[in-house]
Antibody, heavy 123, light 111 residues
Framework: EVQLLESGGALIQPGGSLRLSCAAS????????MSWVRQAPGKGLEWVSV????????YYADSVKGRFTISRDNSKNTLYLQMNSLRADDTAVYYC????????????????WGQGTLVTVSS | QSVLTQPPSVSGAPGQRVTISCSGS?????????VHWYQQLPGTAPKLLIY???NRPSGVPDRFSGSKSGTSASLAISGLQAEDEADYYC???????????FGGGTKLTVL
């Protein structure tokens, strides 16, 4: 069974940094692209970033470009999201999700999703 | 404002059929990019319901169906059940934004 388990969420002050992790199991991790999707409290879903199975290709939403960095350690079956210069509007539950292909593809869907980890940016 | 437009809410009685629309543009659905649908039950993570416009993953009841035409897509739920009460999101890709996009979500209420 494919399982994704996020961790690292916390209350952080504006301008601060945080690293989220997503531990994967139940599939050949390096064979699939992985993504982060976030959901602000009471709001809809927003795609954040995607990384290829090899880690060589990454894409970001404009809202986080230059501030967030996605990475992965295939030896540890773990996906990361380094978040810098955090702002109040980054407050959200962050989900990691598996893509169906090894490379990011416009036709990508996300399945399955982890349970999410809450990031709160507030002073 | 989401790139993909969904009605904020829909409702139906048990046993009825409801549809949820997802309206896009020439840079996403109209460009030929596939549409996918997710169900988010209260307090849980989203779950894939339909992929590639009309395909159901294993385990999803055939009461759920999807379609796409032009710049829009639709999710239909027949034989409504109380357990279907949830938020539903469409998702596609947008070539102008160079990224994956979601609809704003539709809350389904089973009366």
């Amino acid at each position: 069974e494919v399982q994704l388990l996020e961790s690292g969420g916390a209350l952080i002050q504006p301008g601060g940094s945080l690293r989220l992790s997503c531990a994967a199991s139940g599939f050949t991790f390096s064979g699939y692209a992985m993504s982060w999707v976030r959901q602000a409290p009471g709001k809809g879903l927003e795609w954040v970033s995607v990384i290829s199975g090899s880690g060589s290709t990454t894409y970001y939403a404009d809202s986080v470009k230059g501030r967030f960095t996605i990475s992965r350690d295939n030896s540890k079956n773990t996906l990361y999201l380094q978040m810098n210069s955090l702002r109040a509007d980054d407050t959200a539950v962050y989900y990691c999700a598996k893509a169906p292909y090894s490379r990011p593809n416009p036709g990508n869907w996300f399945d399955p999703w982890g349970q999410g980890t809450l990031v709160t940016v507030s002073s | 404002q989401s790139v993909l437009t969904q009605p904020p809410s829909v409702s139906g009685a048990p046993g009825q059929r409801v549809t949820i629309s997802c309206s896009g543009s020439s840079s996403n659905i109209g460009a030929g990019y596939d549409v996918h649908w997710y169900q988010q039950l209260p307090g849980t993570a989203p779950k894939l319901l339909i992929y590639d416009n009309s395909n159901r993953p294993s385990g999803v009841p055939d009461r759920f169906s999807g379609s796409k035409s032009g710049t829009s897509a639709s999710l239909a739920i027949s034989g409504l059940q109380a357990e279907d009460e949830a938020d539903y999101y469409c998702q596609s890709y947008d070539s102008s934004l160079n990224g994956w996009v979601f609809g704003g979500g539709t809350k389904l209420t089973v009366l």
